[in-house]
């Protein structure tokens, strides 16, 4: 079956602008998790969702922001971009929440 | 709230060799702890994970222990081979059912397997 998919791959952005990513969960899953992996802080959770609604949120200021749809695809928005938001962003999605997740290949945003 | 720590950062074997690679977690209601393999330019895949209703768990060459008195869980991979070679990430949360807790992730160890 489909793996997580995630678009765009590549992503490069000029500070101050904003940028939506979207993820594609594994069918028939209804948990999707973002989570933004730099070299120096390595994986770090943003918020997951479940069935449309947010059900936990890491510490990133409120510029990070996401949602779910009622097909559980869901999007995640970075506003006034800055130069450290330039990172991995990878979704994971689940069947259940905290349990399996399947990751996808993220998207590479780079902000200049 | 958790704090997970991976050591080593960087480990290098001979291809037939043993690798472990260590976790120590700090909160004692963590009861899932995942193991994932990132390959260049790939997301983390899962490899194996253990319940802390479970000391070990083995899959054909990788093995998971847990040691919940001291909080610490590890992953050996026996008779290495190149396609090895990766960034190994371990994760612990505490999963209710039902329930939403984060995955919380060590900061990885680059595994190379020489040939």
């Known amino acids: 079956k489909a793996g997580v998919t995630q678009t765009p791959r590549y992503l490069i952005k000029t500070r101050g602008q904003q940028v939506t990513l979207s993820c594609s969960p594994i069918s028939g899953h209804r948990s999707v998790s973002w989570y933004q992996q730099t070299p120096g802080q390595g994986l770090q959770f943003l918020f997951e969702y479940f069935s449309e609604t947010q059900r936990n949120k890491g510490n990133f200021p409120g510029r990070f922001s996401g949602r779910q749809f009622s097909n559980s695809r869901s999007e995640m928005n970075v506003s006034t971009l800055e130069l450290g938001d330039s990172a991995l962003y990878l979704c994971?999605?689940?069947?259940?929440?905290?349990?399996?997740?399947?990751f996808g290949s993220g998207t590479r945003l780079t902000v200049v | 709230g958790e704090n997970v720590e991976q050591h080593p950062s960087t480990l290098s074997v001979q291809e037939g060799d043993s690798a472990v690679i260590k976790c120590t977690y700090s909160d004692s209601a963590s009861n899932y702890f995942p193991w994932y393999k990132q390959e260049l330019g790939k997301g983390p895949q899962l490899i194996i994970d253990?319940?802390?209703?479970?000391g070990e768990k083995k899959d054909q060459r990788i093995a998971v222990t847990l040691n919940k008195t001291a909080k610490h869980f590890s992953l050996h991979i026996t008779e290495t081979q190149p396609e090895d070679s990766a960034v190994y990430f371990c994760?612990?949360?505490?999963?209710?059912?039902?329930?939403?807790?984060?995955?919380?992730f060590g900061k990885g160890t680059k595994l190379t397997v020489n040939p």
């Open positions: 253990i319940r802390s209703n479970v």
């Open positions: 994971a999605s689940s069947t259940r929440t905290g349990y399996g997740y399947t």
């Open positions: 994760a612990a949360t505490n999963s209710l059912q039902g329930g939403s807790e984060k995955l919380v």
